[in-house]
């Protein structure tokens, strides 16, 4: 384990943007974590556990604290009867772990394809793309205590997830060490989501996990920008949750607005289709940032942009939505800790 101090940050998220932590290290087992929690309580510092990066902005003035980049990338597949146990630590890359279940011909996170970021940050998020969720597979995961040191298991049943949202993400000083996923040999691929329905009848192949998870970055492609293009976090904002009243009041006013009733009878609706259709606000800009032409929920960053830019554009986008529609957003993206 090393210790460096004022590490620029930038190159360590995808929107490639942010200043320095004002020390930095990489960890990579469990034992490194307990050194860094050391190392922060001696220099009175904040621990700031960081992922892959993916859905942070970091600000310009960087971070007074001491950032952990959980770096420990093992991963190990177990056979048990009709399932796959797929274990990994939480540093390594989210698709490598699609891959290494596409590889072996197991189901269950295929349609979570082509999303950035680490395994750690895809249980602290619960990710979810065309119709799928990693609570849906989430077996466990290990923990350190970052205030305390205290390993703790968590399972499924003490993971309370949600839409975009767990126990991790609301009880932060539980660093995520590795994930355990259980997924299923049997063929089932999940091809209901209305763009793999259109893959499907186009002759696109969806038998197996690879071919699934293939369609879905090809997909994802057409939606989302190159790297050339600029730096993202992915989707900044959650798409709202609202009351059937609200949702049938702004459908009617809103011809051809998507909505999906959920569960417990709220009904989500496609922030997409507002900020496109309501609000004409695809492509929009502020400085060096942009909402993207293809996917608005997207924010893009230019070579050169600033986190005040983001935040800039990512306030103005929360107020004409409100105005428009009453809709308070809740933002996906999550900034990092401020710098004294």
Avoid at 130 to 139: I, R
């Amino acid at each position: 384990m090393s210790i460096a101090e004022d590490v620029l940050l930038a190159p360590f998220t995808t929107f490639k943007i942010g200043g320095p932590a004002r020390v930095f290290i990489e960890s990579y087992t469990e034992e490194d974590v307990d050194a860094a929690r050391d190392e922060a309580a001696r220099r009175a510092l904040p621990l700031l556990p960081l992922g892959g990066g993916s859905n942070i902005l970091v600000p310009d003035e960087g971070v007074e604290g001491l950032v952990l980049k959980i770096a420990f990338r093992d991963l190990m597949l177990e056979k048990d009867r009709d399932t796959t146990l797929l274990v990994a630590g939480a540093g390594l890359s989210w698709n490598d772990a699609v891959d290494a279940a596409c590889a072996l011909g197991v189901f269950g996170i295929e349609n979570l394809a082509g999303i950035p970021g680490t395994i750690g940050g895809a249980a602290v998020q619960n990710i979810g793309a065309y119709g799928a969720e990693l609570a849906d597979v989430f077996e466990y995961a290990d923990t350190v205590d970052g205030a305390t040191g205290a390993r703790t298991r968590i399972d499924r049943a003490h993971a309370a997830f949600g839409y975009r949202t767990s126990f991790f993400k609301e009880h932060r000083t539980h660093i995520i060490t590795r994930v355990v996923l259980r997924l299923h040999k049997r063929a089932s691929p999940n091809i209901g989501y209305a763009d793999l329905a259109q893959a499907q009848e186009a002759g696109v192949p969806l038998e197996t996990s690879a071919q699934v998870a293939h369609a879905i970055r090809a997909i994802r492609a057409r939606k989302f920008p190159r790297d050339s293009e600029g730096g993202t976090a992915g989707s900044f904002f959650k798409n709202p949750i609202i009351s059937p009243e609200r949702a049938e009041t702004l459908a009617a006013r809103y011809a051809g607005m998507p909505v999906f009733p959920q569960e417990n009878g709220d009904a989500k609706v496609s922030l997409a289709w507002l900020l496109d259709h309501a609000l004409a606000l695809r492509g929009y800009a502020v400085g060096r940032a942009r909402l993207y032409e293809r996917q608005p929920l997207v924010i893009v960053a230019r070579a050169g942009a600033t986190a005040a830019e983001i935040e800039t554009l990512a306030c103005d986008v929360e107020e004409r939505v409100f105005a428009a529609t009453g809709i308070t957003l809740e933002r996906e993206v999550e900034r990092f800790g401020l710098r004294k």
